[in-house]
């Protein structure tokens, strides 16, 4: 078996109040030849037919797997519509290309489904920077406060949550909780936590965490990107820092950001989220523009350059081995599980008492109700 290089990953890990810099590892993925690459992608789509399975990907992952979900049936999308679309498929087995809360959220969401992902070491920041115990912890250390956690979690953090929100919803759960008189304890994005706070005015006590790829954006840099394409309408995921959400022209969701780029008369857009989402934006907007949003700069860091390592680790070549060899299967433990399904199915409910329509699609075109929907990052 080949040995992939192995690359060191910072992360934040808040601690006591404050936050030190921890370190993990992400795989980088060979890059195969365009023969191979031809090879690859014709056995995953007789590989799926033959194990009765379906191909869900989220924006962020290579272009070729994203490609190949629509192809072959599956779906792109956030994390969530990931889940639900495979909740709600007939194929008894789901490939997640993504990370692995994703794979954890799709398994809460169809616990009688065979859950596999291309690798089972791909985690995220936000996740690795928010461990359950020193969750629970925290959360026992302020009984007073209504629990809500971001998506991009584990499934035991979910379990402990009261609601569990997405980046497009959150804001609305959060300020139907402070017109109750609820005070939050929120977890685990420091930034969407703060955005949420400023735009309800909710008393939120806030986990410290931040996702590596957003937390890197730089205002600075941006503003001078700004002033080099001035009609360039400037797209952000509220996990970014501050001073670049307030230089946007629109704040949202993956899919409210493509749904921005498709309807809006501009032609340029700067996207200060994962650099993967502009396959799927080029392909929705032919003929526009997009621009990566800098970390470059005085201040640059350049942990991800806008592409989270761990997505990265999803590729042709392990989605065709997981395929062959039905590996890589996740678990959740069905107590944890069951915990954790009632707090996403309390935002889901909520959706559906705002009329929130959402039907899943490969065809862009027949998704605008979910861009309006509750797509997480």
């Known amino acids: ?36 690459r031809t090879e690859l992608r014709e056995r995953i ?44 498929h007939a194929a008894k087995t789901l490939v997640v290309a993504g990370v692995r809360f994703m794979g954890e959220t799709a398994k809460i969401l169809s616990p009688e489904k065979r859950i596999l992902m291309p690798d089972l070491d791909a985690t995220c920041s936000l996740d690795l920077g928010c461990p359950a115990d020193e969750f629970t912890a925290f959360c026992d250390a302020h009984p007073d406060r209504t629990v809500v956690v971001y998506a991009n979690t584990s499934a035991a953090v979910k379990a402990r949550a009261d609601w569990m929100v997405t980046s497009s ?31 309800t005015g909710a008393d939120m006590l806030l986990w410290q965490g931040s996702c590596l790829v957003h937390d890197e954006f730089k205002g600075i840099e941006l503003d001078l990107l700004k002033a080099e394409y001035p009609n360039a309408k400037v797209l952000v995921h509220p996990e970014s820092p501050a001073n670049v959400v307030a230089l946007a022209d629109v704040v949202g969701s993956t899919s409210q950001m ?25 392909a929705a907007a032919p003929g526009k523009t997009f621009i990566e949003a800098p970390t470059a700069g005085n201040s640059a860091t350049c942990k991800s ?9 999803n590729g042709l070549q392990n989605l065709a081995d997981v395929l062959e060899n039905m590996g890589n299967e996740i678990h959740v433990d069905p107590a944890v ?29 027949k998704e605008a109700a979910l861009f309006s929907g509750v797509g997480p990052a």
Request: glycine share 6%.
């Open 1 to 36: 078996m080949q040995t992939l290089p192995i690359k060191s990953v910072e992360y934040e890990h808040p601690q006591d109040g404050g936050s030190c810099t921890a370190r993990a590892w992400a795989r980088t993925p060979a890059t195969p030849t365009p023969a191979e």
């Open 305 to 313: 350059c806008a592409h989270c390592p761990w997505m990265a680790m």
């Open 337 to 365: 599980g069951q915990a954790a399904v009632k707090s996403i199915n309390r935002m889901l409910d909520f959706a559906a008492a705002k009329k929130a329509k959402v039907q899943p699609s490969a065809d862009l075109a």
């Open 169 to 199: 919803i959150g804001l609305d759960i959060v300020a139907h909780l402070h017109a109750q008189g609820k005070k939050i304890l929120w977890a685990p994005d420091k930034h969407l936590g703060s955005y949420i706070q400023k735009q």
């Open 258 to 282: 493509i749904q921005a780029a498709v309807e809006s008369e501009a032609d340029t857009f700067i996207v200060a989220t994962d650099n993967g989402i502009l396959h799927k934006m080029r």
């Open 45 to 88: 789509k007789r590989l799926l037919k033959e194990r009765e399975a379906v191909l869900v990907a989220h924006y962020y992952v290579d272009a070729d797997l994203q490609d190949l979900a629509e192809e072959t049936g599956g779906c792109v999308s956030d994390s969530l519509e990931m889940a639900r679309f495979g909740r709600d």
